[in-house]
């Protein structure tokens, strides 16, 4: 084959390539997406959804049930999107992360009233408020009164102001300051650079102000300060009250790591949440796969067998032959056990290793190998685990399930 026949079909080869990955990309609607008409991506039971097939929605945290992992958003005002303050009920997947103050959280955390930002999946078709017909929106059930995100009930990530914008590198640098006025101008920052417009918030007497290792008040906020801010109100009375301001980064590594320790002692108490991905009935072996939403840190109390996973943090633990051990207990949907003390089963840890993160997903793999295989240990099911270091103690009668069938 001639040089330049070889180019022209290496061309062509490329061309088509990149056409069958637009046509892959393009197989469902994005936040980006210029063709609005594609469906929005649809969940699949047990698996992990794409990079980037989520929908943002942010709102104003008015309801809360921690316990079953739903909540309810008073959806920011976008009168584009035709919006107008109402509310969306929603459920954190079952690999659903809360990240409050920078840090994993639960949603017992978060105050009512907290400003947060979300990304969601839609509700199944057959359930859903709103119906496209001829090419445009329509509600089913004759009413205007929603929100057009009401049918994004599925929710993937949440996270409060301080989260949002020390994930992207981003801080607010203050302009102004007026304490009679309780007023704050601020404009965004990226990577150091300004990013956006002045904005005004809304200070109150109550605004808590932390710097350092502690508490300053009102008159230590000063102009040229990086800052985060938490807000609430901001759905109804323009961009929100300032709950709280951090001053310097002092402050908000404090608040993080306070935030940290505290899901670290509620996973210990609840188990390290996961999917089975599949199970060996006759050598009785349940192979779990992690969610991302626990600190990456508690996934090296994992006890290691031998020999120790290539890569993995050095772990003194397993000296001889012993097998590494731990419990795994069923789990509803919401992440709630039934009973974990009498309802779980134990095993020898046969194998961890890291596999490719996606979301919602660690990238953290185990095979446990247990004596008896309990209904729940099925793929596509939801358990928790916990590594024999850890106590499996009894939780509030309200936290397990039992009882309530």
Known sequence: MMPRTRILLSIYL?????????QETLKYRTDDSADKSLPWFQLVDGEFPPENSAHYVSGELIKVDHLERTFTLRGDRNDERGNGDYPIDAAMLPY???YYHGAPADLKDIPLGTHLHGWFYQRPEQDRIWTIKNGRVQPRNNSTRQSLDVDFTRCLRLEDEFSHHTRQNQTWKIDTVDLTEKKLTATLQQDGKKAGEPISFDLQASTTVFQGNGFATLKDIKPGQQVQMNLTWATLFGKGRVTAIWLDEASRQQAAARQRERHR???RDHGLPGFVTAVDDKKRVVTITFFDSVDPELFKELPLPNPKPLGWPTQEYNAGNLSPKGNICVARESLMTYDQVNDRKG??????????AQPGSSGVQIQVQCGILL???????????FPATWPVGDLPKEEGFYGRE
């Open 347 to 356: 095993g020898n840890i046969l194998k961890i290793e890291k596999i490719t």
């Open 265 to 267: 002692d509620h996973i």
């Open 96 to 98: 659903g992360s809360i």
């Open 14 to 22: 490329s061309l088509l390539c990149g056409m069958a990955r637009a």
């Open 375 to 385: 209904e729940g240990f099925r793929p596509k099911k939801v358990i928790r685990f």
